[in-house]
């Protein structure tokens, strides 16, 4: 399986950024995906999940700002995000988790930056 992020970049506070994350190879099974992010001199956080395609869960700092989605057709999950604020500066790393072979696998990450 094969991750591909697009879409970070410099945005300032108040703002909107779009990132997708499209999988390709094997990709039956991908029972949950989503994103983390990672700021800098921080542990990696989950962002936002979608399990089975329709279960959503959000870290408590996104909630009402971000959403989630799957397109199970086109192997893609997007994070719209909304109201940015500065503490969402990091860089953002979609998953998936394969749910034959019991393993994650991690896009290459992609910069979000927003200035105050």
């Known amino acids: 399986v094969q991750l591909q992020a697009s879409g970070g970049g410099l945005v300032q506070a108040g703002g909107s950024l779009r990132l997708s994350c499209a999988a390709s190879g094997s990709t039956l099974n991908l029972f949950n995906m989503g994103w983390y992010r990672q700021a800098p001199g921080k542990q990696r956080e989950l962002v936002a999940n979608i399990i089975s395609g329709s279960s959503q869960n959000y870290a408590n700092s996104v909630k009402g700002r971000f959403t989630i989605s799957r397109d199970n057709a086109k192997n893609t999950v997007t994070l719209q995000m909304s109201s940015l604020k500065p503490e969402d500066t990091a860089v953002y790393y979609c998953?998936?988790?394969?749910?034959?072979?019991?393993?994650?696998?991690w896009g290459q990450g992609t910069q979000v930056t927003v200035s105050s």
């Open positions: 998953y998936a988790r394969h749910g034959v072979l019991l393993r994650d696998f």
